[in-house]
């Protein structure tokens, strides 16, 4: 009798290893600006979470970058640009009706701790090195050109500026002392803490605005559709707030 259970017990597991195993959930990939990543990959293991099994990957990369990546077809589901003027240019690639904003940021002029800050942007005449992310590529950069430019500052402060990659050799640049003062984002200068200090708001033309759409070429709408709708609810907000970002 125990010769009869042991064999219908290894023929019902022989049976069982022939079985296919349920499929994985498909990645939900989500295109998002630099100055958003930290804040969206809580938000993705938050949602992974509320929403078993899917599953979210950040590409995370720079404007230009990006949408290149859209533009040649990568299987990206979701966009997160740093601003509403790179939406407006793709957004004939994205589906239409899913544009939604999500958060607000601000530009601030940032100084190395123990110096003096300038009191305005009319005060960076004193200062000797400047540093800002390309304006042709960093939506950052480009909203620090156009206040300098709206302040009448922009020519007479070339010779000053010398020009980053990003947000994040902005910040370092004035953390170590390579340059005197910098343009970010106050989400970037909140992350590095007391390695640099905030001078100032920095007024921009057009506030400083995210927004989230789904991918025409998207082959996980259903899940996009979910993502974007957690990007608005109030769990999502609560951290977008802690990482310094404000309403929608």
């Not at 509403?84 to 701790?113: C, H, K, W, Y």
């Amino acid at each position: 009798m125990q010769t009869l259970r042991a064999a219908t017990l290894l023929a019902l597991l022989a049976g069982l290893a022939l079985l296919p195993f349920p499929a994985r959930a498909a990645d939900l990939v989500v295109a998002v600006a630099e100055s958003l990543a930290a804040a969206l990959e809580q938000i993705g293991r938050d949602f992974e979470a509320a929403h078993p099994p899917a599953r979210v990957r950040l590409e995370i990369g720079a404007r230009d970058e990006l949408v290149d990546r859209i533009v040649q077809g990568a299987p990206i589901d979701v966009f997160v640009p740093a601003d509403d003027e790179v939406m407006d240019r793709i957004e004939p690639l994205m589906l239409p009706g899913t544009r939604r904003d999500i958060a607000q940021n601000r530009l601030v002029l940032i100084v190395a701790p123990r110096a003096v800050p300038p009191a305005s942007l009319a005060e960076l005449s004193k200062v000797e090195r400047i540093t800002l992310a390309n304006p042709l590529a960093v939506p950052s950069g480009r909203y620090a050109k156009a206040a300098l430019e709206r302040a009448q500052l922009w020519t007479a402060l070339m010779p000053k500026i010398a020009l980053a990659a990003g947000e994040r050799q902005v910040r370092d640049r004035v953390a170590t002392g390579e340059a005197d003062a910098g343009f970010v984002y106050a989400t970037d200068a909140a992350i590095v803490g007391a390695r640099v200090q905030v001078a100032f708001d920095v007024p921009t033309v057009r506030p400083i605005r995210y927004a989230a759409a789904i991918v025409r070429a998207s082959r996980e709408e259903r899940a996009a559709r979910a993502f974007i709708e957690y990007l608005r609810s109030a769990a999502a907000r609560q951290v977008l707030a802690h990482y310094g970002f404000t309403g929608q």
